[in-house]
């Protein structure tokens, strides 16, 4: 059987049940994107307030691509379980506050009708960096590719994220209901001011009096979001299901650490989020950056080097003396280019964040992070390097990192075992890096992307030597040798 509304009597004492009569919560927020991470992070918040007393932040997912997560959830009432795993320990709670999940591309209008409705106030996204459809480089509206080019169109049957808010913006505005708070969780850089550029566009090239509505009306707080939530594997539903006596196929893993900074920008009616935890400021972009920066930054070098490597997991990584060692360095890096706000201590960041990468019951696998580098590395290294070669300092550690990317996209651990390199821009970089036969005019190749790269970066000789250096080491001394190599200074 499997986990649902009829099966929360039956289960074990120790399982943290919502509590609370579901049947009188309003849907509050639409989230678009509901992967494993809306479920172990911001549902957890709406949860704990409806808990809390307040039944207007029930939650209606939606996924803009794969009908997955529906197909999951709706047949368990929406329900699923949190386990928050640390070392040996495991702690399982059960959330209430979805309702259920649309699959926008079977009914692309339910959905609009969902963002329209009266009692939703607020849009939660984590739709990943590419689902912006921003140009990484550029911050502008990847009018080429060809969902956006079909919202362009019409927006009868939206396909992006940015279009599914306009149309159902423009219907709210016709409604005359007040319009939407849209929150990305996403790990962008800025990224309610990338959200808000992706919508306020579209809805321009449609009718500009509907943009200048939005932007008078709508809010798009910037966010910073952090808990580590690997992708759930078959083992886990089946340790989970001898646990629980029923099968829960929603339910996502997670660490206990988690935080969210939103800023403090609402349009209409609000939650009480500071009652869940939630810190609200009026500066997100230092927590941001500290957290891009330093976690982000890490996990993308652990990710290239560790896969290279074939080290599957992020514990095993900083589990070897070598690999934290490295660890600290890009941090000792990254360290100098942050403007850490007042709350932030850095050094006791830094131990939390080792701590947090090294608990093994999670099982964060580098291939997940290695995902979608193209997006990445603008706002986890490359912003890092610019800011350390501005000032003067070296850049090794974080080049050593950009070299594991590049070497990457040839599709080849060290081990000899081919993988598909999974970003958008795979085809791309490929053809880059077939075009140089040594290491450096391969590196040297995909410089030219200027989608990843910055012109003014790639313009400075200190940037190209420091990456072409790392990436003739990778290839002739392995990840580990490069570690190594840097570490010790012996080359
Ligand atoms: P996931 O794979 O479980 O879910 C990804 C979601 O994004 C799915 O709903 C998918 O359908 C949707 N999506 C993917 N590509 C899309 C596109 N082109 N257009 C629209 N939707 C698209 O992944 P997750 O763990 O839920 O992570 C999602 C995002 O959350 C990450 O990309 C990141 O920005 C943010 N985040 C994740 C974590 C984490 O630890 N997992 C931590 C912080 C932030």
């Given at each position: 059987p499997r986990l649902s509304e009829s099966a929360l009597g039956g289960l074990p004492a120790d399982v943290v049940q919502p509590g609370y009569n579901r049947t009188t919560v309003k849907a509050g927020v639409v989230h678009l994107g509901i992967g494993a991470f809306h479920r172990a992070h911001q549902a957890d918040v709406f949860d704990q307030l409806i808990r809390a007393g307040d039944p207007r932040w029930g939650i209606r997912g939606a996924s803009l691509r794969s009908p997955d997560v529906a197909e999951q959830m709706n047949p368990q009432d929406g329900l699923y379980s949190v386990v928050v795993r640390d070392g040996s320990s495991e702690q399982v709670r059960i959330i209430g506050a979805v309702q259920d999940v649309l699959v926008a591309p079977q009914d692309p209008a339910a959905l609009v009708e969902a963002l329209a409705a009266?009692?939703?106030h607020l849009v939660t996204l984590t739709v990943t960096e590419k689902g912006y459809k921003l140009d990484p480089a550029t911050g502008t509206l990847l009018t080429e590719d060809a969902d956006v080019a079909a919202d362009l169109g019409g927006?009868?049957?939206?396909?992006?994220a940015p279009g599914f808010l306009v149309a159902a913006l423009k219907l709210r505005r016709e409604r005359g209901l007040p319009a939407l708070t849209a929150i990305s969780c996403d790990n962008l850089p800025h990224n309610g001011a990338a959200l808000s550029a992706a919508v306020l566009d579209m809805a321009a090239r449609h009718d500009p009096a509907l943009r200048d509505w939005i932007e008078a009306n709508g809010a798009f707080p910037q966010t910073m979001v952090d808990r580590i939530v690997p992708a759930t594997t078959s083992e886990d539903i089946d340790a989970l299901a001898a646990r629980l006596g029923v099968v829960d196929r929603a339910m996502v893993k997670t660490e206990p650490f988690t935080q969210w900074v939103v800023e403090d920008r609402f349009a209409g009616e609000r939650p009480d989020l500071a009652s869940a935890g939630v810190q609200l400021t009026q500066s997100v972009a230092p927590w941001e950056e500290a957290k891009l920066r330093l976690l982000n930054g890490a996990h993308s070098a652990i990710a290239y080097l560790g896969g290279l490597a074939g080290i599957d997991f992020v514990h095993q990584f900083v589990a070897r003396e070598a690999g934290s060692r490295f660890v600290n360095r890009v941090w000792d890096e990254a360290e100098t280019t942050l403007s850490p706000p007042p709350g932030l201590e850095v050094a006791a960041y830094r131990n939390e964040l080792m701590a947090r990468f090294a608990?093994?019951?999670?099982?964060?696998?580098t291939r997940q992070i290695a995902m979608d580098g193209s997006q990445k590395l603008p706002q986890r290294l490359l912003a890092t390097i610019s800011a350390r070669l501005q000032k003067g300092q070296p850049i090794d550690a974080l080049a050593l990192g950009v070299a594991a990317w590049m070497r990457w996209q040839e599709g080849r651990d060290e081990g000899g075992a081919a993988f598909k390199v999974d970003d958008p821009l795979a085809d791309t970089t490929r053809s880059l890096v077939e075009r140089g036969s040594s290491p450096t005019d391969k590196a040297l190749a995909l410089l030219s992307l200027s989608a990843v790269f910055p012109a003014d970066l790639v313009g400075r000789p200190d940037f190209r030597a420091a990456v072409t250096t790392q990436a003739e080491r990778l290839a002739r001394l392995g990840a580990l040798g490069a570690i190594d190599a840097l570490l010790s200074g012996n080359v």
């Open positions: 009266a009692d939703t927006l009868d049957r939206p396909k992006t608990n093994s019951s999670l099982q964060h696998r």
